[in-house]
């Protein structure tokens, strides 16, 4: 996407992004591994440096897009959830399941807290106390474990049916009760120290570095802006974020010139123009009645 030019055609290069970014989940699902870890990374990735590489009218549909579309798996995925109760033959053992939601919560437990200890001799800005217990008590096991459960082949029938159970009271657990309280103990937490809260919303310490280069993720920076931007941000960082703003972010991402940055507020003015042409000239309701009389 950096050298190659389909910013005069927005739609196709909108798909080629879709197809971009669904390859390394079909890549790895055909090599048997997980193309769940894959797509996450790939995302993780473009969003840094392919984004970047976009014309300013597909970053913007590229956002509404994704928005859109997770907003609905979302739904489709709860949806999916609550037919699961009515749909399955359930074998409900308490004593299985409340033991394994303790043993759940045991092992994020051995997972958040020494790997925050181990990230805190790493960052500038602390994962905090606070902010370690609460992810790990909004920890959700959402979907994934079930639709896992369900493809689980057992000697018996009712095992299976154990299983699938017990996966999907655990996640309606997690979901109702540990994300229902969430906002509270947050709230509960961290409503005497406002410093505090305001530090684990910007955990990450290339925040800063992503803010000065663009304003709701989309780029609209010129060469010359750029370069200054990362001279003046680069004596603040250190570590990877210093290696990422000094020498990753150049090698992957392109610079747009100054005429380009005008062909694309021109684009975005001019359809933007359409837009509301086209919305004027809709007849309101009034101007119905008067056709009408």
Not at 77 to 84: D, E, I, Q, S
Not at 168 to 186: S, Y
Not at 218 to 235: M, V
Request: hydrophobic share 45%.
């Amino acid at each position: 996407m950096k050298h190659v030019d389909l910013r005069k055609t927005p739609s196709l290069e909108l798909g080629m992004m879709f197809i971009f970014a669904y390859v390394p989940y079909g890549l790895a699902e055909s090599l048997k591994l997980s193309g769940i870890m894959a797509i996450l990374l790939a995302a993780i990735v473009m969003s840094h440096y392919t984004h970047n590489n976009l014309s300013l009218v597909t970053q913007i549909n590229m956002q509404q897009t994704l928005r859109a579309l997770s907003f609905m798996a979302e739904t489709s995925v709860f949806a999916y959830l609550g037919l699961a109760i009515f749909s399955f033959k359930h074998n409900f053992q308490p004593a299985f399941v409340i033991w394994s939601i303790i043993l759940l919560l045991v092992g994020r437990f051995l997972n958040i807290y020494p790997l925050s200890w181990v990230l805190n001799h790493f960052r500038e800005i602390k994962i905090t106390k606070r902010m370690q217990f609460i992810m790990w008590f909004s920890g959700l096991r959402g979907a994934i474990c079930y639709v896992l459960s369900l493809h689980l082949y057992l000697d018996t029938v009712e095992k299976r049916h154990v299983i699938i159970t017990t996966s999907l009271i655990i996640v309606l657990f997690t979901i109702l009760v540990l994300g229902g309280a969430t906002l509270p103990v947050v709230k509960f937490l961290q409503v005497d120290d406002k410093r505090d809260y305001h530090r684990t919303l910007t955990l990450s310490k290339t925040e800063e570095m992503g803010q000065t280069i663009e304003s709701d993720h989309i780029s609209e920076l010129t060469e010359e802006e750029y370069e200054e931007k990362y001279l003046r941000e680069n004596l603040r960082l250190k570590g990877f974020a210093y290696i990422d703003a000094k020498y990753l972010v150049p090698f992957f991402t392109r610079r747009i010139t100054k005429r380009e940055l005008i062909l694309n507020r021109s684009e975005m003015q001019r359809l933007t123009n359409k837009w509301y042409e086209e919305v004027r000239s809709r007849p309101s309701p009034s101007d119905d009645e008067e056709t009408e009389i």
